[in-house]
Nanobody, 124 residues
Framework: QVQLVESGGGLVQAGGSLRLSCAAS????????MAWFRQAPGKEREFVSV????????RYAESVKGRFIVSRDNAKNTVYLQMNSLKPEDTAVYYC?????????????????WGQGTQVTVSS
């Protein structure tokens, strides 16, 4: 019954912004690290950002630092990824993931729960 549903993806020009949402159901995100990963065609899934459930500490991939902001709203059971100054290389399917840890890991293989993904396409 655990479910994560991403939304907010779309087509945007370089330099634009998008805000992704990840709505969780079947569990409370208050005790889970919530992460964002992305996967471009022909590429391995890569870490984007994570916010831990203890203290709300965050971590970002070097490629998105200063441009993306991850946040969580436990009352709404929802996680967000604000993406600014988008670049064509940000084009990918973006996935929301959850793990009951306090380690805010960056390895996608450590996350047991996943959404179906939302497409983000950035045109130049």
């Amino acid at each position: 019954q655990v479910q994560l549903v991403e939304s907010g993806g779309g087509l945007v020009q370089a330099g634009g912004s998008l805000r992704l949402s990840c709505a969780a159901s079947g569990f409370s995100i208050s005790n889970y690290d919530m992460a964002w990963f992305r996967q471009a065609p022909g590429k391995e899934r890569e870490f984007v950002s994570v916010v831990t459930w203890i203290g709300g500490a965050t971590r970002y991939a070097e490629s998105v630092k200063g441009r993306f902001i991850v946040s969580r709203d436990n009352a709404k059971n929802t996680v967000y990824l604000q993406m600014n100054s988008l670049k064509p290389e940000d084009t990918a399917v973006y996935y929301c993931a959850a793990a009951r840890t306090a380690a805010y890991l960056t390895d996608y293989q450590k996350y047991p729960y996943w959404g179906q993904g939302t497409q983000v396409t950035v045109s130049s």
